[in-house]
């Protein structure tokens, strides 16, 4: 008995530097404070319109050409990590689509452009598009603006969120979740070698009485029909 407590605390005792030491090491770990994914909610946006191919910022600041519109809840979902953004509505299905650039930009305003198809031709002629998206953390706000038409022909189209709900997720906020959970172990690994430790130093007797009442397997644990008998001399 004496022997299956000390190889049970060496093998604790293992398992507890070994969680330390990845403990220690995360948390030395360089933080990043880039944006892996941002989260973007929303129900109505402000439509904004000029001829030429113009820039959609200074565009928004401009009278809109149509003001809260729309009432279903929308979302979307910028991947940045890799490199794709996902958009669906109540009433429009889930659209996919690749970015191209992603870039912040002097302001302090995220900016991305990504591919997709011009929706004013067939999905047989697949004619694509660059769109731009302009993130505005700082004044809570998104930008989604396109171009239609070339040169003399072109107009830009710009929509803006109202009342957006904005959540980013940074590395830095990954690492620090897995930091908490491997802390909260090692903390659980090591009240439990305190705990074999002081048995280990017990009477047989009590350590058989203890093994007998107080420990397990797994899966295995059977409710009590009796009390349990008072215990031996601890040492």
Request: glycine share 2%.
């Amino acid at each position: 008995m004496s022997y299956d407590i000390n190889h049970q605390i060496k093998i604790h005792i293992m398992k507890k530097i070994l969680l330390i030491a990845i403990a220690v090491m995360l948390t030395f770990k360089p933080f990043t404070q880039d944006i892996e994914k941002i989260m973007i909610n929303y129900t109505h946006s402000d439509i904004f319109n000029k001829s030429g191919n113009v820039n959609a910022i200074q565009l928004v600041n401009q009278q809109p050409l149509k003001k809260n519109t729309g009432t279903e809840y929308s979302t979307r979902i910028i991947d940045i990590k890799n490199m794709r953004v996902t958009f669906y509505t109540e009433i429009v299905d889930t659209v996919v689509l690749d970015i191209v650039k992603y870039e912040k930009l002097d302001n302090g305003i995220i900016h991305i452009v990504c591919d997709e198809r011009n929706v004013l031709f067939t999905e047989e002629e697949n004619v694509r598009i660059f769109t731009n998206t302009y993130i505005d953390l700082k004044n809570n706000f998104c930008v989604y603006s396109w171009v239609w038409g070339e040169e003399d022909f072109a107009e830009t189209y710009a929509s803006k969120t109202v009342d957006a709900e904005i959540n980013i997720v940074t590395a830095k906020t990954a690492n620090i979740s897995k930091i908490v959970e491997d802390s909260m172990e090692v903390q659980e690994s090591e009240a439990l070698v305190k705990s074999l430790k002081e048995l280990s130093t017990c009477s047989e007797e009590y350590q058989k009485w203890f093994s007998k009442h107080f420990t397990f397997q797994r899966g295995k644990m059977k409710f009590r029909t009796e009390p349990i008998p008072p215990a031996p001399p601890k040492y």
